[in-house]
């Protein structure tokens, strides 16, 4: 565990299951405008399914972790304001594992990373009735190095 001025620091994603994979509503509160949520939702699948992920993969197999905590970051900004809450979470901890130099979480947390983002990005291409469960998984992503 981290410390910080003598107090422990711990981060987990042992429940991320439990947060919304997407918050629409809260969202677009947060924005002003449906609109502009369906704007920067399509950003936000080219950038968790495109340029950014291929980048943060490349910065994963090279073990660059300034490039992993900035994509991380970007991830992390992105999923906020669209709700994204499972994909807002790993990104921190992925973050939290490079600010903490915990190598060892960092590859399961970066997997985790990679399946909530095809998970939410899956969600948004999804057409519910208001207050739908839904609930998608990923069953593994096996990364090799």
């Known amino acids: 565990n981290a410390e910080y001025m003598g107090i422990q620091l711990t981060m987990n994603l042992d429940n991320i299951e439990e947060l919304p ?22 950003g936000f ?10 980048t943060l993969q490349i910065a994963v197999d090279e073990l660059d972790y300034l490039s992993i905590r900035m994509q991380a970051h970007s991830l992390k900004g992105a999923s906020s304001y669209l709700g994204a809450e499972r994909v807002k979470k790993a990104a921190e901890k992925v973050q939290f594992d490079i600010d903490n130099q915990k190598a060892e979480d960092l590859f399961k947390d970066y997997s985790i990373l990679i399946q909530q983002c095809i998970v939410s990005v899956s969600y948004t291409h999804l057409t519910l009735p208001t207050k739908a469960q839904v609930q998608i998984s990923v069953v593994d992503v096996t990364l090799t190095k």
């Open 45 to 54: 699948e080219d950038m968790t399914m495109g340029k950014n992920l291929t």
């Open 21 to 42: 994979i997407m918050d629409k509503a809260a969202a677009i509160e947060r924005l002003g405008d449906e609109s502009l949520f369906e704007t920067m939702m399509e």
